[in-house]
């Protein structure tokens, strides 16, 4: 499993591909417990929806979208990829309910 992360240089993001699942599963759990983008994780929500034409998942602050996640998966249905882009620029299109391409 890899995760990709675009932050545009504006949003701190990995730098670099995380791979491995377990290492990817720890960089989420680590998510879970600290402030991001000013928001506590108490106050984030995660809504299942549909990205790019795939299953995806939009995270919100009180205020703003902060983040989405899109998934790749393997011929056995299995999530190879993860996408997360929490580049503003690029998230204005989801703030704004439109369907246009992330990544």
Same mark, same amino acid.
Request: glycine residues 14%; positive net charge; contains cysteine.
């Given at each position: 499993? /890899?995760?990709?992360?675009? &932050?545009? *240089?504006? %949003?701190?993001?990995?730098?670099?591909? #995380?791979?491995?699942?377990? $290492?990817?599963?720890?960089?989420?759990?680590?998510?879970?417990?600290?402030?991001?983008?000013?928001?506590?994780?108490?106050?984030?929500?995660?809504?299942? /929806?549909?990205?790019?034409? &795939?299953? *995806?998942? %939009?995270?919100?602050?009180?205020?703003? #979208?902060?983040?989405?996640? $899109?998934?790749?998966?393997?011929?056995?249905?299995?999530?190879?990829?993860?996408?997360?882009?929490?580049?503003?620029?690029?998230?204005?299109?989801?703030?704004?309910?439109?369907?246009?391409?992330?990544?």
């Amino acid at each position: 499993m /890899t995760l990709w992360t675009d &932050g545009g *240089g504006k %949003v701190r993001q990995a730098l670099k591909p #995380v791979v491995g699942l377990g $290492t990817v599963a720890g960089w989420f759990a680590a998510l879970g417990t600290v402030t991001y983008r000013g928001i506590e994780p108490g106050q984030m929500r995660a809504e299942i /929806t549909w990205i790019n034409g &795939g299953p *995806g998942v %939009v995270f919100r602050g009180p205020d703003r #979208v902060i983040a989405t996640i $899109t998934l790749d998966f393997d011929p056995e249905g299995r999530i190879s990829t993860i996408h997360n882009v929490a580049n503003p620029d690029k998230l204005r299109s989801v703030t704004a309910g439109t369907r246009h391409e992330l990544c």
